[in-house]
């Protein structure tokens, strides 16, 4: 299975943007759902954004408008731009497959903070 590396997070204020960006450890272009993740301290992990091979993508009602997600299959790299960052938005984010099964990597922690 492929594995996947995050990077990218960092502490912002609010309003401001991130950028992150997933490396998959082999060919991403054959997973046909990839998909960002994130965990609040308390919560359970949720998935925030998706896209397909063919490019169509879906995103949680709180990042609606605000989070874009993209994959270059190419560079086996999936990224999220993420605009009008909120403290709510403060998590750990993760990238993987969706519904395979396949491990999780260490996340980038994203905190929004005045």
């Known amino acids: 299975q492929v594995q996947f590396v995050e990077s990218g997070g960092a502490l912002v204020h609010p309003g401001e943007s991130l950028k992150l960006s997933c490396a998959g450890s082999?060919?991403?272009?054959?997973?046909?759902?990839m998909g960002w993740y994130r965990q609040a301290p308390g919560n359970q992990r949720e998935l925030v954004a998706r896209?397909?091979?063919?490019?169509?993508?879906n995103y949680a009602d709180s990042v609606l408008g605000r989070f874009t997600i993209l994959r270059d299959n190419a560079k086996n790299m999936l990224y999220l731009q993420m605009n009008s960052l909120k403290p709510e938005d403060t998590a750990v984010y993760y990238c993987n497959a969706v519904d395979l099964g396949y491990s999780w990597g260490p996340g980038t922690q994203v905190t929004v903070s005045p």
């Open positions: 082999g060919s991403i272009s054959s997973i046909y759902v």
């Open positions: 896209i397909n091979i063919p490019g169509v993508t």
